[in-house]
């Protein structure tokens, strides 16, 4: 069965560095998507991303972060100067279709457990 | 806004006992209603979804309304096994709003034998 993937499984960092966290979603997806879960707390959404561009942010998704799709399987995400704030459980997703139709089932990877220090 | 309010955890049961997780939501227009699951180490997994008024979700034996009269969208399972211990997530997804994922705070469900 097709799944997403992510990599590292786990990431630590010192704060003020850049990280790239990665995900490769599956394969004939469209609709890409990350979200993060602080420990304790509710997942929440960062990003959406259609057709080589973002499709919606939130408030949480400012400067310091952005999204790429260098080829045509991968979707990463980049801190460009990580905060304490930013430790987290990093959820990439991925569905077929969204935003014209009913959402179809969003398929998440299994997560990339972010410490900064 | 749109938001999911769920009720707090952590649920405790016995082995083959009634399990109902309640979650309610506000939103504009139609959304599409989720119930997630997290077990413990993994990521996030569709355990079931409704997307009208009236439709019931229902997988592994767990089940859930959309009720639109009372915005809520309940999960139940009639006879909860060990196995069943986990993070419950309600969410829901708008199909005008691009489809993201709007979640509820999470429901940690701990069944013992």
């Known amino acids: 069965e097709p799944e997403v993937t992510q990599t590292p499984s786990h990431q630590v960092t010192q704060m003020g560095q850049e990280v790239i966290l990665r995900c490769v979603p599956i394969?004939?997806?469209?609709?890409f998507y990350w979200y993060r879960q602080i420990l304790g707390q509710k997942v929440e959404f960062l990003v959406s991303f259609y057709n080589n561009e973002i499709s919606e942010k939130s408030e949480i998704f400012d400067d310091q972060f952005s999204v790429e799709r260098p080829d045509g399987s991968n979707f990463t995400l980049k801190i460009r100067s990580t905060k304490l704030e930013d430790s987290a459980m990093y959820f990439c997703?991925?569905?077929?279709?969204?935003?014209?139709?009913?959402?179809?089932?969003?398929?998440f990877g299994p997560g990339t457990r972010l410490t900064v220090t | 806004g749109n938001s999911v309010t769920q009720m707090e955890g952590p649920v405790t049961l016995s082995e083959e006992a009634f399990l109902t997780i309640n979650c309610t939501y506000t939103a504009t227009g139609y959304p599409s209603l989720f119930w997630y699951v997290q077990y413990p180490g993994e990521g996030l997994q569709l355990l079931l979804k409704a997307t009208k008024a009236d439709d019931k979700g229902s997988n592994k034996g767990f089940e859930a309304t959309y009720r639109k009269e009372t915005t809520s969208f309940h999960l139940e399972k009639g006879s909860v096994q060990v196995s069943d211990s986990a993070v419950y997530f309600c969410a829901l997804a708008n199909y005008n709003q691009g489809g993201k994922l709007i979640f509820g705070q999470g429901t940690e469900l701990s069944v013992k034998p």
């Open positions: 394969s004939n997806h469209l609709y």
């Open positions: 997703a991925s569905s077929e279709a969204s935003g014209l139709a009913l959402p179809s089932e969003q398929y």
